[in-house]
């Protein structure tokens, strides 16, 4: 089949892209920016990016697009709560409106069970897109999904953060709510499983895991998959504003997004149209079973995906107009320093940057950074990496995002997520020279006023200690 995917350097779309090129479908990637795409992905018989950014209406040039079924995975809950509502509904008509005029048959689109009556705002952003989809005028299937629970999913890292870090804890009341999680594993069965099935065409079904549990025995099932003793005691007292601080502050989550997930998780999310399970055949995982498979693919170094990979705070457009390092109006710190031995063990260090590998140098500078920016409102040092070896372009590092992951040209360019006054570069790059090979690493530093004047030549001397000092312990 020929295959549309939006949202395919997502969570979910990124596992969906593997499934479907395994079962040799023709895949076309929408994205905002090709540059998310990975090198490794568009390279792939098969797999070709197209560039449209669904915040506008598509250009017509690509309504002679020759699809089957188009997959629709955009969400959006990292941002405040206006800007993903009304950035959902506009996304959602540009796309029906697209749709629309091409030659696709099928919308498969995956939701948020909403069975309550009432409804958290990002539930009933999700019940907009699909009545907004409906207006494609194509046969349109709705999977609506609960927590997912995956390595790398931001339900499952919120719970594992919590339970690896606190033996006891006084937590809120909608930790009672309950929910029914689905393994990871299982959501790209269902997507696939309806792809042109007209048992599931102008179709909405649940999709679930095998078991209803409130999120306070997902957290007590999680420590007893890890062994672990842990408390959970609930107060009555506890307001939505410190809960969402409280997930902020404990767990990698940000901000935003931790009040759009307190927001969620007052709501029963529990499965009531479970037919597809029984129309596909599918055998949903028990919660304990998609953690030790979660846990698994962490031990393994193979997580596929993370929540993390959605752009924190910048549009992915604006982020990867960055690509180009700025050489005016900006401060910089250049380090040279000559490779002894083999460069591709050094390049291997420069890739291995950040997370639980650390920074080489003086990582409690470093923790107390990513502390200090969390107060200010920032993502901290939490979110760690996806892969303690693998760097792709978007990936998430620690307050940094990858915008340039080459290995073959020896080269990894990061743009600061913190909050600093300004904007912040850190690249690495390994150049061979007649007599060897060399190790280039340059901080680069784009002040926004006096102010990111100031805090640049505050912070100097910690600065030139500190990449002095990095270089060294990277070519050591």
């Not at 509502?85 to 749709?99: K, P, R, T």
Request: proline content about 4%.
């Amino acid at each position: 089949m020929k295959i549309l995917l939006t949202g395919s350097t997502g969570y979910i779309g990124k596992r969906l892209l593997q499934q479907l090129r395994e079962e040799g479908h023709e895949v076309i990637c929408l994205v905002r920016n090709l540059e998310r795409l990975m090198t490794s992905e568009q390279s792939m018989e098969g797999i070709r990016g197209i560039e449209a950014d669904l915040l506008k209406p598509v250009p017509a040039s690509l309504y002679t697009l020759d699809i089957d079924v188009a997959f629709y995975l955009i969400h959006s809950m990292s941002t405040s709560i206006s800007e993903f509502m009304n950035e959902e509904a506009l996304s959602a008509g540009n796309f029906a409106e697209f749709i629309k005029n091409t030659n696709c048959r099928q919308i498969i689109y995956l939701s948020g069970i909403s069975n309550s009556k009432k409804l958290s705002r990002h539930l009933q952003s999700r019940r907009n897109v699909e009545d907004i989809l409906q207006k494609s005028e194509k046969h349109v299937t709705v999977l609506r999904a609960g927590i997912i629970v995956g390595s790398g999913s931001a339900s499952f890292e919120i719970i594992r953060d919590l339970m690896e870090k606190m033996p006891v804890i006084v937590a809120p009341t909608w930790v009672k709510t309950l929910c029914q999680p689905i393994a990871v594993g299982n959501v790209p069965k269902y997507l696939l499983g309806c792809m042109l099935n007209p048992a599931t065409y102008d179709q909405t079904f649940d999709i679930g895991g095998a078991e209803i549990l409130s999120y306070k025995q997902m957290m007590l099932k999680y420590a007893e998959v890890r062994g672990l003793k842990r408390h959970i005691f609930v107060v009555p007292f506890i307001s939505p504003r410190i809960s969402s601080y409280w997930l902020y502050f404990v767990t990698s989550t940000s901000y935003y997004l931790a009040v759009n997930l307190v927001d969620s998780m007052k709501v029963e999310v529990v499965c009531k149209d479970t037919r597809l399970k029984d129309i596909l055949g599918i055998i949903p995982l028990t919660y304990k079973e998609a953690c030790k498979r979660a846990l698994e693919r962490i031990n393994l170094d193979t997580v596929q995906s993370s929540w993390t990979d959605a752009v924190s705070f910048r549009k992915p457009g604006q982020l990867f107009q960055r690509l180009e390092v700025p050489t005016y109006g900006v401060m910089h710190d250049r380090r040279i320093s000559r490779i002894e031995g083999d460069p591709l063990r050094v390049l291997n260090k420069v890739f291995s940057i950040g997370g639980d590998t650390g920074w080489y140098y003086a990582d409690w500078i470093w923790k107390v950074r990513g502390l200090i920016d969390k107060m200010v409102g920032g993502v901290g040092l939490r979110r760690g990496r996806r892969s303690a070896s693998d760097l792709n372009p978007g990936d998430s590092l620690d307050f940094w995002r990858v915008l340039i992951a080459d290995r073959d040209k020896m080269r990894l360019l990061l743009f600061a997520e913190m909050k600093v006054p300004g904007e912040a570069w850190l690249e690495f790059r390994i150049v061979k020279k007649t007599d060897g090979y060399y190790l280039y690493q340059t901080a680069t530093f784009m002040p926004h006023g006096l102010s990111g004047r100031l805090y640049w030549y505050l912070l100097l001397p910690i600065h030139l200690q500190m990449f002095k000092e990095m270089i060294r312990a990277i070519v050591k």
